[in-house]
């Protein structure tokens, strides 16, 4: 594994644990809890990536759409955009772990 997929996994695992606080908050209904998580999310993605970043452009519209959800109120929404996420981001984790194989 190169140096720069380590990176990559790394920076992946640091959104995960994230959303392993975010996911519960949404379930349940706490909805401040759910954007205070959603914020770092954001704002790690920021630190991580860059905003110029490919990597921030993709995920940025599905955080964002899950900030907006929050914001509206619309926790069952945010939760279920939020799981899609997750799963997304694993899956991407698979992608670069199998690359290095």
Same mark, same amino acid.
């Given at each position: ?40 999310? *954001?704002? =790690? %993605?920021?630190?991580?990536? &860059?905003?110029? !970043?490919? +990597? ?22 945010? *939760?279920? =955009? %939020?799981?899609?996420?997750? &799963?997304?981001? !694993?899956? +991407? ?9």
């Amino acid at each position: 594994m190169n140096e720069q997929q380590k990176q990559a996994l790394s920076a992946l695992d640091i959104q995960l644990e994230t959303m392993g606080v975010l996911i519960p908050a949404l379930e349940r209904q706490d909805d401040d809890k759910a954007h205070e998580a959603v914020t770092i999310l *954001l704002t =790690q %993605a920021l630190d991580l990536y &860059g905003p110029e !970043h490919p +990597v921030f452009q993709q995920f940025f519209p599905v955080m964002d759409t899950i900030e907006k959800r929050i914001s509206s109120h619309d926790l069952e929404g945010a *939760l279920r =955009q %939020a799981r899609l996420f997750l &799963g997304q981001l !694993h899956e +991407v984790k698979e992608i670069i772990a199998q690359q290095s194989c």
